[in-house]
């Protein structure tokens, strides 16, 4: 399995060497931000975009059980990314391919230190997982997720250090294991949740306890909170 991609004549080195073409092509210091990017920034970005998804599902929930559900699926994203790479230590172990820039000259390689074997990618697979788990968790984050997780892959290309078959590989694993392993998760992870939300001090973090238009207590009158909170603004 260690020759895997070694001619020159397979698709796969040919399309490695069509993008990473590109970073030859760009200035030195867009190839640095590439870099960045794609070591780091795009799974600090969907790291955000978590949060963001946590932050909408606690507000937005009509109650506390549509809110723990949720959280709960929320919490296996990054779980399912843990998993994913440790699936996938068996799997490099097993394939045992070099990264291309061993085996193929000319390519412009953004990032150093990679010794570590290429199939399947790590980041490709963990940011397809979270980006799946968010997706099963709210829609709307979910897709710009999975949109963060395709640049993602693109970028692993470009950067020189992994094959397209390789990114491939790395959002199928990542695909896979959110998905088939995510009802399971969900089950184990819910009663978790509903013993956080019905605890009085940390309950915040899966519902937003106080719904618009309630009315808190030691308000003027039995004005709702947004009402008191308009007369404060305006004093």
């Known amino acids: 399995m260690a020759g895997l991609a070694q001619s020159g004549s397979n698709p796969d080195v040919e399309l490695l060497y ?3 073409g590109l970073a030859k092509a760009a200035p030195p210091w867009f190839d640095q931000v590439m870099g960045f990017v794609g070591e780091y920034g795009l799974l600090l970005a969907l790291a955000l975009l978590g949060l963001g998804c ?5 507000r937005r929930s009509s109650g506390p ?16 990314a843990g998993v994913a790479v440790l699936i996938n230590v068996p799997i490099r172990g097993f394939v045992e391919r070099r990264r291309p820039f061993y085996d193929h ?9 990679k010794t570590d074997f290429s199939f399947v990618s790590d980041h490709a697979t963990m940011a397809m997982a979270l980006a799946v788990g968010i997706f099963v968790a709210h829609r709307k984050f979910g897709l710009f997720a999975l949109g963060i997780a395709l640049v993602e892959g693109f970028c692993r290309i470009y950067m020189g250090v992994h094959y397209p078959t390789d990114v491939v590989g790395g959002l199928a694993l990542g695909t896979a294991v959110a998905l088939l392993l995510s009802p399971v998760a969900t089950a184990l992870l819910t009663p978790l949740v509903r013993a956080v939300a019905a605890s009085p001090r940390v309950g915040f973090l899966v519902w937003r306890r106080e719904p618009v238009g309630a009315v808190i207590p030691g308000a003027r009158g039995g004005e709702t909170g947004a009402e008191a909170k308009e007369k404060d603004l305006a004093a």
């Open 105 to 113: 000259e000319g390519l412009e390689v953004l990032v150093t230190g």
């Open 18 to 20: 069509d993008i990473n």
């Open 65 to 80: 059980e549509e809110a723990v559900a949720g959280v709960a699926a929320l919490m296996w994203a990054p779980l399912a």
């Open 54 to 58: 946590w932050w909408s599902v606690r």
